[in-house]
Protein backbone atom coordinates (compact mmCIF):
# COMPACT_ATOMS: atom_id res chain seq x y z
CA UNK A 1 0.00 0.00 0.00
CA UNK A 2 0.97 3.64 -0.38
CA UNK A 3 2.29 5.84 2.40
CA UNK A 4 3.18 9.27 2.67
CA UNK A 5 5.53 11.11 4.75
CA UNK A 6 5.95 14.53 5.67
CA UNK A 7 8.22 16.40 8.49
CA UNK A 8 8.98 17.41 10.63
CA UNK A 9 5.20 18.35 12.03
CA UNK A 10 6.03 21.00 13.89
CA UNK A 11 8.68 23.78 13.32
CA UNK A 12 9.61 27.62 14.75
CA UNK A 13 11.64 29.90 13.07
CA UNK A 14 12.65 33.48 12.91
CA UNK A 15 12.17 35.93 10.40
CA UNK A 16 14.73 35.53 7.70
CA UNK A 17 15.97 32.17 8.41
CA UNK A 18 15.52 29.58 5.82
CA UNK A 19 13.13 26.52 5.70
CA UNK A 20 13.34 22.88 4.35
CA UNK A 21 10.03 20.66 4.24
CA UNK A 22 10.43 17.12 3.28
CA UNK A 23 8.14 14.62 1.51
CA UNK A 24 8.15 11.26 0.51
CA UNK A 25 5.45 8.97 -1.41
CA UNK A 26 6.37 4.79 -1.21
CA UNK A 27 4.46 2.26 -2.45
CA UNK A 28 4.01 4.11 -6.02
CA UNK A 29 5.84 5.51 -9.12
CA UNK A 30 6.24 8.63 -10.74
CA UNK A 31 3.02 10.38 -8.57
CA UNK A 32 1.76 13.56 -8.93
CA UNK A 33 3.51 15.36 -5.90
CA UNK A 34 1.88 18.64 -4.54
CA UNK A 35 2.09 21.50 -1.87
CA UNK A 36 -0.59 22.78 0.13
CA UNK A 37 -0.82 25.94 2.76
CA UNK A 38 -3.63 26.63 4.69
CA UNK A 39 -3.55 29.31 7.02
CA UNK A 40 -5.43 29.54 10.45
CA UNK A 41 -8.74 29.30 9.66
CA UNK A 42 -8.76 29.17 6.21
CA UNK A 43 -9.02 26.45 3.13
CA UNK A 44 -6.09 24.98 1.28
CA UNK A 45 -4.25 26.87 -1.09
CA UNK A 46 -2.23 24.90 -3.59
CA UNK A 47 1.60 26.19 -3.86
CA UNK A 48 3.48 23.96 -6.26
CA UNK A 49 2.81 20.62 -8.05
CA UNK A 50 5.16 18.38 -9.67
CA UNK A 51 4.47 15.62 -12.60
CA UNK A 52 8.06 13.82 -12.84
CA UNK A 53 11.47 14.31 -11.44
CA UNK A 54 12.53 18.26 -11.99
CA UNK A 55 9.05 19.43 -13.03
CA UNK A 56 7.64 22.06 -10.97
CA UNK A 57 5.10 24.23 -11.70
CA UNK A 58 4.02 26.89 -8.78
CA UNK A 59 0.56 28.04 -8.67
CA UNK A 60 0.96 30.92 -7.07
CA UNK A 61 4.02 33.93 -7.05
CA UNK A 62 5.74 33.64 -3.07
CA UNK A 63 8.70 33.20 -1.17
CA UNK A 64 9.12 30.18 -1.38
CA UNK A 65 10.09 27.21 -3.99
CA UNK A 66 9.69 23.52 -4.29
CA UNK A 67 12.25 20.50 -5.92
CA UNK A 68 11.97 16.85 -7.17
CA UNK A 69 15.11 15.72 -6.64
CA UNK A 70 13.93 12.45 -6.63
CA UNK A 71 10.96 10.49 -8.35
CA UNK A 72 8.89 10.18 -4.94
CA UNK A 73 10.91 13.10 -3.07
CA UNK A 74 9.20 16.48 -2.89
CA UNK A 75 10.80 18.97 -1.17
CA UNK A 76 9.65 22.47 0.12
CA UNK A 77 12.10 25.53 0.74
CA UNK A 78 12.99 29.42 1.24
CA UNK A 79 15.44 31.12 1.67
CA UNK A 80 14.15 33.83 4.26
CA UNK A 81 11.04 33.20 5.73
CA UNK A 82 8.79 35.72 6.32
CA UNK A 83 5.77 36.52 9.05
CA UNK A 84 3.47 35.61 6.12
CA UNK A 85 4.54 31.92 5.66
CA UNK A 86 3.34 30.77 8.91
CA UNK A 87 0.87 28.13 8.45
CA UNK A 88 0.21 24.14 8.06
CA UNK A 89 1.53 22.88 4.91
CA UNK A 90 0.56 19.65 3.67
CA UNK A 91 2.24 17.72 0.96
CA UNK A 92 0.02 15.39 -1.54
CA UNK A 93 0.00 12.66 -3.72
CA UNK A 94 -1.83 11.20 -6.42
CA UNK A 95 -2.05 9.12 -9.65
CA UNK A 96 -3.93 10.69 -12.58
CA UNK A 97 -7.47 11.74 -11.62
CA UNK A 98 -7.72 9.61 -8.40
CA UNK A 99 -7.86 11.66 -5.12
CA UNK A 100 -5.59 13.26 -3.20
CA UNK A 101 -3.96 11.36 -0.27
CA UNK A 102 -2.40 14.26 1.87
CA UNK A 103 0.38 14.17 4.70
CA UNK A 104 0.15 14.27 8.42
CA UNK A 105 0.97 18.06 7.70
CA UNK A 106 3.72 20.56 9.34
CA UNK A 107 2.86 23.31 11.50
CA UNK A 108 4.95 26.04 10.78
CA UNK A 109 5.29 29.09 12.64
CA UNK A 110 7.63 32.08 11.70
CA UNK A 111 8.52 34.59 14.51
CA UNK B 1 -11.91 32.01 -11.45
CA UNK B 2 -13.65 29.32 -9.96
CA UNK B 3 -14.92 29.88 -6.61
CA UNK B 4 -16.19 27.49 -3.72
CA UNK B 5 -17.89 28.36 -1.06
CA UNK B 6 -19.26 26.49 2.09
CA UNK B 7 -21.92 27.10 4.56
CA UNK B 8 -22.61 27.55 7.27
CA UNK B 9 -19.09 28.12 8.22
CA UNK B 10 -20.01 27.07 12.06
CA UNK B 11 -22.37 24.76 12.84
CA UNK B 12 -23.16 23.21 16.80
CA UNK B 13 -25.18 20.08 17.02
CA UNK B 14 -26.82 18.46 19.46
CA UNK B 15 -26.47 14.64 18.98
CA UNK B 16 -29.24 12.33 17.23
CA UNK B 17 -29.95 15.83 15.25
CA UNK B 18 -29.94 16.05 11.24
CA UNK B 19 -28.00 18.49 9.59
CA UNK B 20 -26.81 19.65 5.57
CA UNK B 21 -23.74 21.35 4.73
CA UNK B 22 -23.94 22.91 1.07
CA UNK B 23 -21.05 23.76 -0.99
CA UNK B 24 -22.15 25.51 -3.89
CA UNK B 25 -19.41 26.34 -6.96
CA UNK B 26 -19.20 28.97 -9.33
CA UNK B 27 -17.62 27.14 -12.59
CA UNK B 28 -18.41 23.63 -14.10
CA UNK B 29 -16.06 20.92 -12.65
CA UNK B 30 -15.50 17.67 -13.39
CA UNK B 31 -15.29 16.05 -9.74
CA UNK B 32 -15.79 17.23 -5.99
CA UNK B 33 -14.26 15.77 -3.16
CA UNK B 34 -15.77 16.08 0.64
CA UNK B 35 -12.62 16.15 3.15
CA UNK B 36 -12.74 15.45 6.82
CA UNK B 37 -9.61 17.57 8.96
CA UNK B 38 -9.88 16.82 12.80
CA UNK B 39 -8.11 19.90 14.71
CA UNK B 40 -4.07 20.07 14.36
CA UNK B 41 -4.63 17.07 11.73
CA UNK B 42 -4.13 16.22 7.88
CA UNK B 43 -7.45 16.22 5.62
CA UNK B 44 -9.07 12.53 5.32
CA UNK B 45 -10.72 11.79 1.88
CA UNK B 46 -14.35 11.25 2.60
CA UNK B 47 -16.13 10.93 -0.96
CA UNK B 48 -15.40 11.67 -4.86
CA UNK B 49 -18.26 12.61 -6.57
CA UNK B 50 -17.86 12.25 -10.12
CA UNK B 51 -21.52 12.95 -12.00
CA UNK B 52 -24.65 14.98 -12.15
CA UNK B 53 -26.73 13.34 -9.44
CA UNK B 54 -23.84 11.36 -8.05
CA UNK B 55 -24.56 10.23 -4.13
CA UNK B 56 -22.49 8.41 -2.04
CA UNK B 57 -22.85 7.42 1.73
CA UNK B 58 -20.58 5.96 4.02
CA UNK B 59 -22.03 5.77 8.09
CA UNK B 60 -23.98 8.79 9.04
CA UNK B 61 -22.78 11.04 6.45
CA UNK B 62 -24.09 11.18 2.53
CA UNK B 63 -23.14 13.27 0.07
CA UNK B 64 -24.64 14.12 -3.29
CA UNK B 65 -23.67 16.20 -6.47
CA UNK B 66 -26.28 18.50 -8.69
CA UNK B 67 -24.10 19.49 -11.21
CA UNK B 68 -26.57 22.11 -13.14
CA UNK B 69 -27.32 24.03 -9.38
CA UNK B 70 -23.26 23.35 -8.90
CA UNK B 71 -24.07 21.99 -5.41
CA UNK B 72 -22.80 19.70 -3.39
CA UNK B 73 -24.47 18.94 0.04
CA UNK B 74 -23.05 16.88 3.10
CA UNK B 75 -25.94 15.83 4.78
CA UNK B 76 -25.50 14.33 8.51
CA UNK B 77 -27.71 12.07 9.73
CA UNK B 78 -28.28 11.71 14.36
CA UNK B 79 -25.10 13.44 14.98
CA UNK B 80 -22.90 11.75 17.27
CA UNK B 81 -19.95 13.17 19.22
CA UNK B 82 -17.06 11.61 16.94
CA UNK B 83 -17.92 13.75 14.20
CA UNK B 84 -16.72 17.04 15.47
CA UNK B 85 -14.31 17.88 12.61
CA UNK B 86 -14.03 20.57 10.01
CA UNK B 87 -15.43 19.60 6.23
CA UNK B 88 -13.88 21.34 3.34
CA UNK B 89 -14.62 20.38 -0.16
CA UNK B 90 -13.02 20.82 -3.01
CA UNK B 91 -13.25 21.35 -6.74
CA UNK B 92 -11.59 20.39 -9.84
CA UNK B 93 -12.25 23.04 -12.48
CA UNK B 94 -13.20 21.45 -16.00
CA UNK B 95 -10.70 24.33 -17.37
CA UNK B 96 -7.88 22.09 -16.17
CA UNK B 97 -4.73 22.32 -14.64
CA UNK B 98 -2.82 20.15 -12.53
CA UNK B 99 -5.13 17.16 -11.39
CA UNK B 100 -4.13 18.44 -7.50
CA UNK B 101 -5.10 21.80 -8.18
CA UNK B 102 -8.60 21.89 -6.22
CA UNK B 103 -9.96 24.70 -5.46
CA UNK B 104 -10.93 24.61 -1.72
CA UNK B 105 -13.81 25.96 0.25
CA UNK B 106 -13.19 28.11 3.19
CA UNK B 107 -14.41 24.27 5.75
CA UNK B 108 -17.03 24.24 8.01
CA UNK B 109 -16.24 23.81 11.64
CA UNK B 110 -18.94 21.37 12.92
CA UNK B 111 -19.01 20.97 16.91
CA UNK B 112 -21.79 17.94 17.91
CA UNK B 113 -22.54 18.61 21.42
CA UNK B 114 -24.25 15.68 24.23
Known amino acids: SQTIHQWPATLVQPVGSPLSLECTVE??????LYWYRQAAGRGLQLLFY??????ISSEVPQNLSASRPQDRQFILSSKKLLLSDSGFYLC??????????FGSGTQLSVL | ELKVEQNPLFLSMQEGKNYTIYCNYSTTSDRLYWYRQDPGKSLESLFVLLSNGAVKQEGRLMASLDTKARLSTLHITAAVHDLSATYFCAVHPDYGGSQGNLIFGKGTKLSVKP
Open chain 1, 27 to 32: GTSNPN
Open chain 1, 50 to 55: SVGIGQ
Open chain 1, 92 to 101: AWNSRVEKLF
